[in-house]
């Protein structure tokens, strides 16, 4: 298994341009997440899906777009990236019997100039 | 006050030493406790889980939750120089209309010095 994979690795933006952070697991979680990590502000959880077709808002959605069409895939779209979305991404699954058992991915360096 | 408080450190210890990793928090609705171990430029991995009080022990590790002082620890023996890493706390409840949000707390930092 690959467990969590995110591409890209790295990526610079330049304000105003979109782009779209892809997810994927091998594991047939049911559930899946986004989180930010920004220094002295922890994980925040940004957006998140309970299965296929699923989705709801976390703590800090503005900005960001989601959709789940398969078990597998949870990609995350900047509409319109701005300084302020400067970050590492995570994102993560978890079974619906391991709730809390969350598997992160190895994250997305983001830099908006 | 922010639902999740950890101290971020930076803790530094001698490698052997026992060292005491803690978190508190506000809402006693909290019933999951969960502490995560991140290296360095990776992603965060699920290092101990415990539900409810108690204490939970796994080799070298020891998580413990008050829920009445709605504090939890997580204590390292015989550290190593492998250990260094930040250890998040999360916590949750899933009483909250279905949803899974795990709350996480900011992180400690720690470094353990041969």
């Known amino acids: 298994n690959a467990g969590v994979t995110q591409t890209p690795k790295f990526q610079v933006l330049k304000t105003g341009q979109s782009m779209t952070l892809q997810c994927a697991q091998d594991?047939?979680?049911?559930?899946m997440s986004w989180y930010r990590q920004d220094p002295g502000m922890g994980l925040r959880l940004i957006h998140y899906?309970?299965?296929?077709?699923?989705?709801d808002q976390g703590e800090v959605p503005n900005g960001y777009n989601v959709s789940r069409s398969t078990t597998e895939d949870f990609p995350l779209r900047l509409l319109s990236a701005a300084p302020s979305q400067t970050s590492v991404y995570f994102c993560?699954?978890?079974?619906?019997?391991?709730?809390?058992?969350?598997?992160f991915g190895p994250g997305t360096r983001l830099t908006v100039t | 006050q922010k639902e999740v408080e950890q101290d971020p450190g930076p803790l530094s210890v001698p490698e052997g030493a026992i060292v005491s990793l803690n978190c508190t928090y506000s809402?006693?609705?909290?019933?999951?406790f969960m502490w995560y171990r991140q290296y360095s430029r990776k992603g965060p991995e699920l290092l101990m889980y415990?539900?409810?009080?108690g204490n939970k022990e796994d080799g070298r590790f020891t998580a413990q939750v008050d829920k009445s002082s709605k504090y939890i620890s997580l204590f390292i023996r015989d550290s190593q120089p492998s250990d260094s890493a930040t250890y998040l706390c999360?916590?949750?409840?899933?009483?909250?209309?279905?949803?899974?949000?795990?709350?996480f707390g900011k992180g400690t930092k720690l470094t353990v010095n041969p």
């Open positions: 415990t539900y409810s009080s």
């Open positions: 594991m047939n979680h049911e559930y």
């Open positions: 809402n006693s609705a909290f019933q999951y």
């Open positions: 899906s309970v299965g296929a077709g699923i989705t």
């Open positions: 999360a916590m949750s409840d899933f009483a909250q209309g279905g949803s899974e949000k795990l709350v």
């Open positions: 993560a699954s978890n079974s619906r019997t391991g709730r809390n058992e969350q598997y």
